[in-house]
């Protein structure tokens, strides 16, 4: 399955649902689908701040990148 399939696909179906608030993280595993130019540029047009997770297969567990602050709704 293509990029535009899958993840393009469910991005467009996000966003027509839901809108994108200003400084919005989107957190990736460095997956081939979301490195892909076409994924990258779309995310980026909504002005959507883009973090991969470092070294999720080799120990197992996830560990993030905290150099932006992670801003939850209460």
Not at 18 to 30: C, E, M, T
């Amino acid at each position: 399955m293509s990029t535009e399939e899958t993840s393009l696909a469910a991005w467009k179906m996000a966003v027509k649902n839901r809108k994108v608030a200003k400084g919005l993280i989107f957190h990736s595993d460095r997956g081939v689908q979301y490195a892909s130019n076409k994924f990258v540029k779309t995310i980026e047009s909504y002005g959507v701040i883009r973090r991969k997770y470092l070294n999720t297969l080799k120990s197992g567990t996830t560990k993030k990148d905290d150099s932006v602050p992670y801003i939850t709704k209460q």
